[in-house]
């Protein structure tokens, strides 16, 4: 946590010494402030290659960016990679986890997927031949590819190097094989030197997979050198702002501190409820549920703040012990400063608000509750739903106690 912040403190600084050092060794730096900034690099670099085709590892920040509708519109095919991410592509869904795409997915449902793009018939009992399959299928895309386009789990300033972690191999084919590699990195995953990066990776597969270290972890610093067996022989790597610079400095900076393993997702109780494609966000989880209005809106996303128990779970599995917590309710806040919530919410929360200050009047209102609410209430349950409440999931208020826990105390009850 300490690493990140003093990252964090100076980044522009960092960010200067990234882009020096990698420009030396030969990478394209590119600056994006917005996510159509981003798209239309990626565009210009694809259109200059004539680019048909490309390759893509698993990347959050194509997510954010929308980087597969962008190229189809354009007449360029993008192909996933990563097996899970390959799986919803073919599936025409979004990503439900950050680090397990398809976690939603049945073996079952796989095994439709793949027996229509291969013509065969497959079972989802039969593994070692779904996963055959996908090897022959994406093994080939990688010799066509005339692009390889990746994120970065983080950029290591005092020497202009990217690095990639992954289990299957992907990542580092699409940065090896096709004749160009492009990365787009959230400018906030800067490590300052190899010692702080060193701590975030001993941090990032234990947190995210359980393992000591993930199977691949590429150090990739430049194109590839005369000598070298393989490689691209044109590397760009994109900066993505995209609104991350405009928190640094506010209650929620701590937030670009997240270096995205999911462990809050995987302990927070409304994630394993609601699944991922309920967020209605690249990002899901706690950390979905902050980053997402920051980034994209809080009147697009201000349900999100509220998609929480803040039981504290996702802060005390979160290796940076990022307060998630703490700025769900900030942006709760937010939201009641700026009004976004909806008219009757607001109204309903100042009558709660003005009740409160006056025991007087709330015992009054309580007292013609308790009235009221009789030919609802069967046993400790009101089967009134009101307005409020969502009628189809039938959710109800409890009813009112006869006693309130006042009178319980004044009458020696408890």
Avoid at 343 to 368: F, H, P, Y
Avoid at 389 to 411: C, T
Wanted: proline letters at 7%.
């Amino acid at each position: 946590k300490r690493i990140r912040a003093a990252t964090l403190a100076n980044l522009a600084e960092h960010l200067q010494t990234f882009e020096q050092k990698a420009t030396a060794v030969g990478t394209h730096v590119h600056w994006a402030a917005t996510a159509e900034d981003a798209r239309q690099i990626i565009l210009g670099i694809a259109q200059r290659r004539g680019a048909k085709l490309i390759t893509k590892s698993k990347s959050m920040a194509t997510e954010e960016i929308k980087l597969n509708d962008a190229l189809e519109t354009h007449g360029i095919e993008p192909v996933e990679t990563d097996l899970g991410e390959w799986i919803i592509q073919l599936a025409d869904e979004p990503p439900s986890h950050i680090i397990a795409p398809a976690i939603h997915q049945t073996k079952e449902q796989v095994a439709e997927l793949f027996s229509e793009i291969s013509g065969e018939t497959l079972s989802g009992d039969d593994i070692p031949t779904l996963t055959a399959v996908a090897r022959r299928i994406l093994r080939q895309r990688f010799l066509d590819a005339d692009i390889g386009v990746t994120g970065g789990n983080m950029l290591i300033a005092e020497t202009g190097t990217l690095v990639l972690v992954e289990n299957e191999g992907n990542a580092r084919l699409s940065t090896s094989a096709p004749p160009v590699h492009i990365a787009l990195v959230g400018l906030e995953k800067t490590a300052r030197t190899w010692d702080d990066a060193a701590v975030w990776l001993s941090l990032l597969a234990r947190s995210a997979t359980g393992q000591p270290m993930s199977i691949y972890t590429s150090f990739i610093t430049g194109p590839a050198r005369p000598s070298d067996p393989d490689g691209p022989e044109e590397m760009h790597i994109i900066l993505l702002d995209n609104g991350r610079v405009d928190l640094i400095g506010t209650p929620y900076e701590e937030a670009l501190q997240c270096i995205r393993c999911g462990a809050c997702l995987n302990a927070c109780p409304v994630y394993r409820e609601a699944g991922g494609h309920a967020y209605g966000s690249p990002y899901s989880g706690p950390i979905g549920a902050v980053i997402s209005p920051l980034l994209f809106g809080l009147e697009k996303y201000e349900a999100l703040p509220h998609a929480s128990s803040l039981c504290g779970a996702c802060k005390d599995v979160c290796p940076a012990r990022i307060d998630l917590p703490r700025m769900l309710l900030e942006l709760r806040k937010d939201e009641v400063e700026r009004r976004i919530l909806p008219w009757r919410e607001r109204k309903a929360e100042e009558a709660v608000a003005w009740l409160m200050t006056s025991e007087q009047w709330l015992n009054l209102a309580t007292g013609i509750g308790r009235i009221a609410q009789r030919p609802w209430v069967k046993g400790e349950e009101n089967t009134l739903v009101p307005p409020a409440f969502a009628p189809d999931l039938g959710r109800a208020l409890p009813a009112l106690a006869p006693k309130s826990f006042r009178q319980m105390w004044r009458e020696g009850e408890v």
